[in-house]
């Protein structure tokens, strides 16, 4: 996976992750000239209060960490041992948060505040819920800074939960670092690694489950705030990330995946992030996805005037040629084959 930073966009993570990071590894062997090094930054730098920073410096710090002691199981240890500010002070509003579902939903929401690119969705299917962590980064540390992303937000559960059974699985993308045992024994689950992406899998009944401070009235209070925070922090990126935006929906049809999450996955952000970027623009990720059908379909006719219509359905993502031509219709305001006998007339 490639670093886009060089897109000059604010790619960026909240200062009080790195703080908890930062204090971790230098409690536990690396020294301020090996987290210097790494980060490119002094430790005064690295810890400025309300700042946001760099992306890359958790996964650089977390990577300096795994060469400095190679044995250790870093996401677990530190896990075990960090402030809950790991999470960017959502831990402060999901405490009083109705469920853990609702708790989980609010971070996935307001992931931009741990970090601009990270992407955290829940799914659920009839029996299980699945909350998947990435973050184009996670290639830089193996994944850790991710399983220790998961691995606080169990503590938190356990911590905060009114029942905690129900984790059933925790899959990690990547290679184990450690023991296995101290990964089982953490999570008190089925722990496994090398898989396609990075999730806590558990069940609705735990999705379902009250935190102990549960107070309807105070969580959505404090959800309001934060989602202002995060619209700002949006709003200020918004040129840079319309760009991105643009450049992925490019990449998505020349690969013809016509759908929001590849565009969203190739703009390395969340769809909920895309969705907000794209609205602060006045339109809709459907919108680009559209236009870029259209443009797509227009240069497949421009190119080959014999190709057939039903190709060039399949090509921008229609099964149904009947359905292609409507929209192609919608776009031109002529049929697809009325749009070839004009392109043919004038010589384009």
Known sequence: MSDVSDEHAPDEVSSSTVAATLNFVLSNGLTIE????????????????????????????????????????????????????????LENVIQFAPSVRDALLLISECSELIASRVSIELEESNALGAYIIRHPNDYRDNGNAGLTGMALLWRFILENCVGTEGLVEVRSGFERLGLLAAHTNFFKATVTFNNPESALVMTRKLLDTPMRKANTTV???????????????????????????????????????????????????????????????????????????????????????DIRVSSVAIAVGYSDSRAFRRAFRRWTGMSPTDFRRLCLADGR
């Open 34 to 89: 090996e987290a210097a090094a790494a980060t490119g930054m002094t430790c005064r730098e690295l810890i400025q209060p309300d700042a946001r920073v760099p992306d890359t410096l958790v996964h650089d710090l977390m990577a300096a960490m795994v060469r400095c002691k190679p044995d250790l199981p870093l996401p677990i240890a530190m896990a075990a041992s960090s402030p809950m500010s790991y999470l960017a002070g």
């Open 219 to 305: 969580f959505e209070s404090m959800r309001e705030h934060y989602r202002r925070v995060v619209a700002q922090l949006t709003t200020t990126a918004i040129p840079a990330r319309m760009t991105r935006l643009q450049r992925a929906t490019s990449q998505s049809a020349a690969n013809a995946e016509y759908d929001v999450s590849s565009i969203a996955s190739h703009a390395h952000m969340s769809v909920r992030t895309a969705q907000r970027v794209a609205a602060a623009n006045g339109t809709s990720l459907r919108a680009i996805l559209d236009d870029a059908r259209a443009d797509r379909a227009k240069r497949l006719f421009l190119s080959d005037p």
